[in-house]
């Protein structure tokens, strides 16, 4: 079973520069998530979707876009990276909003 | 006012000793989550609960959803190396679908 699968795993960026994080599930989960985990914190919601074509915002969305196509994909775009948004960035889905959602293994960003 | 404060931020802990961590709020939870997260990993979750009131296990884990709403505790009986890792609670606040994550509590375990 793959589950959440996250691409790439580690990714150097330039400043200005553009990217997309890409995450598939293959569980047939309605809610997929998009953290991101700062060294020695918890992890903060950036985006959510609770179905194909429909996402929401959560904690700290600025400086990225989602989109939801299909069930099984929900890519993180990151517009003009920023030193900021060096981080451990995890995709999660679950069958129910916020219940046992199961985590990809994270993609290692930093942008210098 | 939705954050939330877990404690103790690091244990080390001889095998064999119980733990106990917990995570507190200002703000009423619905659900809470309790994951577990090892080195280069994705959290997993240990527990989940949805009720005030609830305690639940899961093997050596028990955790308990606290009756005002606003805090909720694990707790990790006969401790053993491969419990080690950072423990995280987590949950939406109320009338609010952004969940919240603890900085975590990371947990060391000595043979």
């Known amino acids: 079973n793959a589950g959440v699968t996250q691409t790439p795993k580690f990714r150097i960026l330039k400043i200005g520069q553009s990217m997309t994080l890409q995450c598939t599930q293959d569980?047939?989960?309605?809610?997929m998530y998009w953290y991101r985990q700062d060294p020695g914190m918890g992890l903060k919601l950036i985006y959510y979707s609770v179905g194909a074509g429909i996402t929401d915002k959560g904690e700290v969305p600025n400086g990225y876009n989602v989109s939801r196509s299909t069930t099984e994909d929900f890519p993180l775009r990151l517009e003009l990276a920023a030193p900021s948004q060096t981080s451990v960035y995890f995709c999660?889905?679950?069958?129910?909003?916020?219940?046992?959602?199961?985590f990809g293994q994270g993609t290692r960003l930093t942008v210098v | 006012g939705q954050q939330l404060n877990q404690s103790p931020q690091s244990m080390f802990i001889q095998e064999g000793e119980d733990v106990s961590m917990n995570c507190t709020s200002s703000?009423?939870?619905?659900?809470w989550l309790w994951y577990k997260q090892e080195p280069g990993e994705g959290p997993v979750l240990l527990i989940a609960?949805?009720?005030?009131?609830e305690l639940t296990s899961n093997g050596r884990l028990t955790a308990q959803f606290g009756i005002t709403r606003k805090d909720s505790f694990l707790n990790i009986s006969a401790s053993i190396p491969s419990d080690v890792g950072i423990y995280f609670c987590?949950?939406?606040?109320?009338?609010?679908?952004?969940?919240?994550f603890g900085a975590g509590t990371r947990l060391t375990v000595k043979p």
């Open positions: 999660a889905s679950s069958g129910a909003l916020y219940t046992e959602a199961f």
């Open positions: 609960l949805y009720k005030a009131g």
């Open positions: 569980m047939n989960h309605n809610y």
């Open positions: 987590a949950g939406p606040p109320f009338n609010n679908n952004d969940m919240r």
């Open positions: 703000s009423i939870f619905n659900t």
